[in-house]
Nanobody
Framework: QVQLVESGGGSVQAGGSLRLSCAAS????????VGWFRQAPGKEREGVAI????????DYAASVKGRFTISQDNAKNTVYLQMNSLKPEDTAMYYC????????????????WGQGTQVTVSS
């Protein structure tokens, strides 16, 4: 049974930083595509960052490029999202997902999801 557990969310002021973690059990991230997504109230879930090929490939949403960094620790079977220079518009529930057949920022392709961790950025 695949289980993804996110952690590291919280409340910060604008300009602050957080690091999110996504630990997997029953599944090896390895070379598979893993993504971070977020969903704010009343909005659709959007792709934030993805990683594949064991960390050899990464991609980011335009809104977070240069501020967020996705990384992977294969020994710990964990994927991270380092978020710097946070803005109030980054406020959302953040989810980790995997199991996509494609390298994609689209949430519809992902089979396995974590429960989410809340990030709140105040101005």
């Amino acid at each position: 049974q695949v289980q993804l557990v996110e952690s590291g969310g919280g409340s910060v002021q604008a300009g602050g930083s957080l690091r999110l973690s996504c630990a997997a059990s029953g599944y090896t991230f390895g070379n598979n595509c893993v993504g971070w997504f977020r969903q704010a109230p009343g909005k659709e879930r959007e792709g934030v960052a993805i990683i594949w090929a064991g960390g050899g490939g990464t991609d980011y949403a335009a809104s977070v490029k240069g501020r967020f960094t996705i990384s992977q620790d294969n020994a710990k079977n964990t994927v991270y999202l380092q978020m710097n220079s946070l803005k109030p518009e980054d406020t959302a529930m953040y989810y980790c997902a995997t199991g996509s057949r494609f390298v994609s920022m689209s949430a519809r392709w992902y089979k396995h999801w974590g429960q989410g961790t809340q990030v709140t950025v105040s101005s």
